[in-house]
């Protein structure tokens, strides 16, 4: 499965933006889809995780209650609602696809190529 990540840009601390995660190439149901980020000099780390089915997610402690992860299986799209937004979430985020749910990002076979978020203080 090919991944294709877009949405990302620069907002003001306190902003919201809206990532997307294209899939193609492989049966989008079939897939369970995450979402990491990467910030400079740092490790890249997970961000939130959902299900085949949209019925299970899992955040990040550092994002929960600010960002929201969904799926549209119609339109074979992943989507991160990020909101209240500060300096610290500033990383290019990337997604990824596995055939099992999980948060280590040595789990996911299957990469997108990123997109940048920067939050200005």
């Known amino acids: 499965v090919q991944l294709q990540a877009s949405g990302g840009g620069l907002v003001q601390d306190g902003g919201s933006l809206r990532l997307s995660c294209a899939a193609s190439?492989?049966?989008?149901?079939?897939?369970?889809l995450g979402w990491f980020r990467q910030a400079p000099g740092k490790e890249r780390e997970f961000v939130a995780a959902?299900?085949?089915?949209?019925?299970?997610?899992y955040y990040a402690e550092y994002v929960m209650g600010r960002f929201t992860i969904l799926s549209d299986n119609a339109k074979n799209t992943m989507y991160l609602q990020m909101n209240s937004l500060k300096p610290e979430d500033t990383a290019v985020y990337y997604c990824?696809?596995?055939?099992?749910?999980?948060?280590?990002?040595?789990?996911?076979?299957?990469w997108g190529q990123g997109t940048l978020v920067t939050v200005s203080s």
């Open positions: 990824a696809a596995d055939r099992r749910l999980n948060r280590g990002r040595y789990d996911y076979d299957y």
């Open positions: 959902i299900s085949r089915s949209g019925g299970s997610k």
């Open positions: 190439g492989g049966t989008f149901s079939d897939y369970a």
